[in-house]
């Protein structure tokens, strides 16, 4: 149990373009997933809280705008990044709360070219 | 808010041997303390965790102590195999439902045969 998915597992995409990355808990529900980026050999980076049926949470210096995160059911967020510039490449990893701990997905690896 | 320390962030140990990684917390509410190990290119999979009303817990190879007092928790590992290299990353949570967690820098464990 506690499986999570993520689509795309990599995405290249073009400067200016939107990207989105879903994120889906397979066999439970979720009222709160998160979203992180990690940097090559660097921690997890919490980036925002994905709470289900209301704005999501953003951690300081992450900006709304920019990295859309919509939570629309019990075992679906995405992250929409939108107008990409190359210092948007990262890996960008969920994860799905309940009550047994944090369970990740695997992860997106985007490249901004 | 929390911020969690961890060290070393590499160790290199020989095959047999045991490995021991320490982590410090500044919010002496967290109460929930997971470790995850993050092989290359993967997901990070939660390993052992333990909750702040036990001091210490054990699953075969693997062991966490906690220290309230001090607000340090360590993770060891026992007769180590070359599979357990991958980076280990320890976290710190103040929610009962283990949500709002942060992490450690994480530290890159080597095992050699």
């Known amino acids: 149990g506690a499986v999570v998915s993520q689509h795309p597992s990599w995405v290249i995409c073009k400067s200016g373009t939107s990207v989105k990355i879903e994120c889906r808990s397979l066999?439970?529900?979720?009222?709160?997933m998160f979203w992180y980026r990690q940097f090559p050999k660097q921690s997890l980076m919490l980036m925002a809280t994905?709470?289900?049926?209301?704005?999501?949470?953003?951690e300081q210096g992450v900006e709304k705008d920019k990295f859309l995160i919509n939570h629309a059911s019990l075992t679906l967020s995405t992250l929409t990044v939108t107008s990409a510039h190359p210092e948007d490449s990262s890996f960008y990893i969920c994860s799905a709360s309940r009550s047994s701990g944090q369970y990740f997905g695997p992860g997106t690896r985007l490249t901004v070219t | 808010g929390e911020n969690v320390e961890q060290h070393p962030s590499t160790l290199s140990v020989q095959e047999g041997d045991s490995a021991v990684i320490k982590c410090t917390y500044s919010d002496s509410a967290s109460n929930y303390f997971p470790w995850y190990k993050q092989e290359l290119g993967k997901r990070p999979q939660l390993i052992i965790d333990i909750r702040s009303n036990v001091g210490e817990k054990k699953d075969q190879r693997i062991a966490v102590t906690l220290n309230k007092t001090a607000k340090h928790f360590s993770l060891h590992i026992t007769e180590t195999q070359p599979e357990d290299s991958a980076v280990y990353f320890c976290?710190?949570?103040?929610?009962?439902?283990?949500?709002?967690?942060?992490f450690g820098a994480g530290t890159r464990l080597t095992v050699k045969p």
């Open positions: 066999d439970f529900q979720a009222t709160t």
């Open positions: 994905s709470n289900e049926g209301s704005k999501a949470t953003y």
């Open positions: 976290a710190a949570s103040y929610r009962s439902d283990n949500n709002d967690m942060r």
